[in-house]
């Protein structure tokens, strides 16, 4: 299984994403693009409050206003109205149904969005005289170079804020969050470390684990980084951005290698194990196997979640089919591991074996429940606060299950009864060639 982590973090290094797009965006107004899409479609902002602002900066002025070019601004609602009529709206009446339109004719454009009673997402499109024809008059038409800011107003009141209405409080999240591990990291890193350096039989699934945590504190620090540069230009740093999905996932292959190995001997050779031990790992082909496939598989899902997701700041979210696929395979890994613990849990006659098993549990099936139960329930919330419900949500439901999973395998009164009923049989203990008590 060793070799199996390496091999799923290579390929997540070998085959990453770009950093996704900030709300700083630059390019060219393109006549052939919005010709061909009835409006070049430029990007997509949650505005809030009363003094938004939509700042635009081009130097070919007399391109601009030698085009008639504009810019035409939509609500999200009103818009997918538009797309789905079966009126057969033209190109023409499409455009006149913008709730916002602003003419281009000079260097610096700026356009306030303003009495927005709730957050709201507005598309931003582009057209100019040659959009609404059908020649090709356009062609020898010169694309305009620009800039553009999507702003929100700031505690003041003032428009600073780059962040959208979805995304505003993340910074603050990941700063707190940062915050919590370096304490953390002063309390118990030299207990923690003592811990692993003595061995045992649970020396193992301490380095797993920690290893999992600090792919996890390093993709808290990576987003808390491109989060300080995003609140300041709308463009963050891209690689930090994609650098903390990439240890995310990282983190993700880990845990999901932990509890297969605490697990998958328990429930694929529970039946031709006598049940006075039914925890002994047995890696046989068919355990492996399974472990392999199951490994490999959600690899290939996070990674390809991350190639469809166009938006930023949402790698938690599930909107395409991979992450449908991801929900159903970690609903299936919970129900399968749950299933195989409640057969073990319910012919075990030691109290403390009991206890030690609920608890483990609890933390497993808190750890590949809470996507999909954050995911249901970020349904009653407002559309712009799905995707930080379920990032936010997520991220404190796996530091818990962590805390539930160290609390049990780091606790003397309960592991330590647990292993010292019968070591050999601790999971781990065979791969890992311990074989005798744990030592603190």
Known sequence: MGGLRLLAVALTCCWWPPGGQGKTLRGSFSSAAARDAQGQSIGHFEFYGDHALLCVRINNIAG??????????????????????????????????????????????????????????????????????????????????????????????????????????????????????????????????????????????????????????????????????????????????????????????????????????????????????????????????????????????????????????????????AGILLIILRICLALSLGCGLYQIITVERSTLKREFYITFAKGCILWFLCHPGLACISVVFSDYQRDKVITIGVILCQSVSMVILYRLFLSHSLYWEVSSLSSVTLPLTISSGHKSRPHF
């Open 64 to 321: 601009a206003v030698g085009k008639e070019a504009k810019l035409y601004l939509f609500q999200a609602q009103e818009w997918l109205k538009l797309q789905e009529s079966s009126h057969g709206y033209s190109c023409n009446e499409k455009l006149s149904k913008a709730q916002l339109t602003m003419a281009m004719n000079q260097t610096e454009h700026n356009l306030t969005v303003s009495q927005i009673p709730y957050p709201q997402t507005w598309h931003v499109f582009y057209a100019d005289k040659y959009t609404c024809k059908d020649d090709n008059e356009n062609s020898l038409a010169e694309d305009i170079p620009f800039e553009m800011m999507l702003l929100n107003p700031d505690a003041e009141g003032n428009p600073f804020d780059h962040f959208s209405a979805g995304e505003s409080g993340l910074h603050e999240f990941f700063f707190l969050l940062v915050l919590v591990y370096f304490v953390i990291a002063c309390i118990y890193a030299q207990s923690l470390w003592q811990a692993i350096k003595k061995g045992g039989p649970m020396h193992m699934i301490l380095k797993v684990l920690t290893t999992a945590l600090l792919l996890q504190a390093a993709s808290a620090l990576a987003n808390y980084i491109h989060f300080s540069s995003y609140s300041k230009d709308g463009l963050g740093i891209p690689f930090m951005g994609s650098l903390a999905e990439f240890f995310d996932i990282a983190s993700q292959i880990q845990m999901l290698y932990l509890l297969l190995s605490l697990c998958m001997g328990w429930t694929i050779v529970r039946m031709k194990k006598s049940q006075s031990r039914p925890l002994q790992w047995d890696s046989t082909p068919a355990s492996t196997g399974i472990a392999v496939f199951i490994v490999i598989t959600q690899s290939i899902l996070l990674l390809w979640e991350q190639f469809e997701d166009t938006s930023p700041h949402s790698y938690h979210s599930h909107h395409n089919l």
